[in-house]
């Protein structure tokens, strides 16, 4: 069957090891099910796997793709979760110690079909289109759980999220706004912070700014470039809730500051199933949508893969089939 796959892991091209062909369709277990893919939108793990992070050398060749929307053989429409729980685990999915995501250890969604666990599709609401809807299982379920189940934060308090035009940034900014909070972003470029104030930012500010004042929380993906910044805009009891390090881990966790401040961190990993149908119930009955930088043929990704290397995002990048939208 059609699929974008990663051949070999490519630690410093990760383009190189990027293909486009053919592989075998997937195996279907016992209460597992087929979806066929009409959307699936690019993840800054998809560049990872193509360096060989967070997978095994065996594992390769891998399809990419870690959410999508599609249709079952039904006719039903469907939302995928991609956090595979280990058959017996109950609870918090991403508490299990065996979870893996797609194309850690199962065929990813960047293909005609894929293969996922009963319990790992959700319906999609019909007022969500299908590319609308593949950014939801990963960048936008990944900022919900950052932003309602881990910051502690109220309406109308300060969050700052570091990085703009990302599909974890801009899906804060979004939820955020939506949500009643006072909204601070960083971007690297003007356009960058120009996208997040037409996403509803209130302020945006260039990366490592002196703030006007200090914030309750801090929204971090982007690692060392930003860590010290994060670190001094927090207020005395503030929370920084990270899900990422994009620029790479900083070992000087600025500890004096962290208890004299009583500052707390948090890690966050993507989010339950419970909290992904909580998403879409809130996308859909809000009307708030995913910002969507690009859409392009899912037979033709390469451009996609080559921007979000380059760090050219305006929200998220989105492969369609077909007649997917
Ligand atoms: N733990 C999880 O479950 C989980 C889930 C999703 C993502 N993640 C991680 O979160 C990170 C972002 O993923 P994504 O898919 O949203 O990637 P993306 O769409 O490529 O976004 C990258 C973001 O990082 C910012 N950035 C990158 N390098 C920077 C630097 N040197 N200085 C300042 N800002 C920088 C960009 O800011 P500008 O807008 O200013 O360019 C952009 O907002 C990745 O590391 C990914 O692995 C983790």
């Avoid at 939302?79 to 508490?95: C, K, M, N, Q, R």
């Avoid at 962290?258 to 990993?269: H, I, K, N, P, Y």
């Amino acid at each position: 069957m059609f699929a974008v796959y990663a051949a070999e892991p490519s630690p410093d091209d990760p383009l190189a090891a990027l293909r486009v062909g053919d592989r075998p369709a997937p195996d279907v277990p016992d209460g597992w099910v087929v979806v066929n893919v009409r959307a699936a939108s690019l993840n800054m793990h998809d560049l990872w796997t193509l360096r060989g992070v967070g997978i095994k050398p065996e594992q390769f060749p891998m399809i990419l793709g870690c959410d999508g929307a599609g249709v079952l053989d039904d006719g039903t429409e469907v939302v995928i979760h991609s956090v595979i729980a280990s058959p017996d685990w109950t609870g918090d999915e991403t508490l299990d110690p065996r979870r893996t995501l797609l194309t850690e250890l199962h065929q990813g969604t960047f293909a005609a079909q894929v293969a996922v666990p009963a319990r790992n599709v959700l319906p999609k609401p019909a007022g969500l289109s299908f590319a609308e809807a593949a950014c939801m299982g990963t960048a936008w379920l990944t900022a919900y759980r950052m932003l309602f189940v881990k910051s502690g934060l109220r309406p109308g308090q300060t969050m700052l999220v570091q990085g703009a035009s990302g599909g974890v940034s801009t899906a804060l900014i979004e939820l955020g706004r939506a949500a009643g909070m006072r909204v601070w972003v960083t971007g690297r470029t003007e356009e960058k912070r120009a996208l997040a104030a037409s996403l509803g930012a209130h302020a945006t500010f260039d990366s490592g700014a002196r703030l006007p004042e200090r914030v309750e929380a801090v929204f971090e993906t982007v690692g060392k470039a930003t860590w010290a910044h994060s670190m001094r805009a927090l207020k005395p009891g503030g929370i920084i809730v990270v899900s990422g390090s994009t620029s790479g881990p900083d070992p000087s966790a600025d500890l004096q500051r962290l208890f004299f401040l009583q500052l707390r961190v948090v890690g966050s990993t993507m989010g339950t199933r419970d909290e992904l149908a909580d998403l879409l119930r809130f996308c859909d009955v809000s009307g708030l949508r995913p910002a969507i930088g690009a859409e392009l043929p899912m037979e033709s990704p390469e451009t996609g893969f080559k921007h979000m290397l380059e760090g050219a995002t305006a929200g998220k990048i989105v492969f369609s089939r077909g007649e997917a939208t």
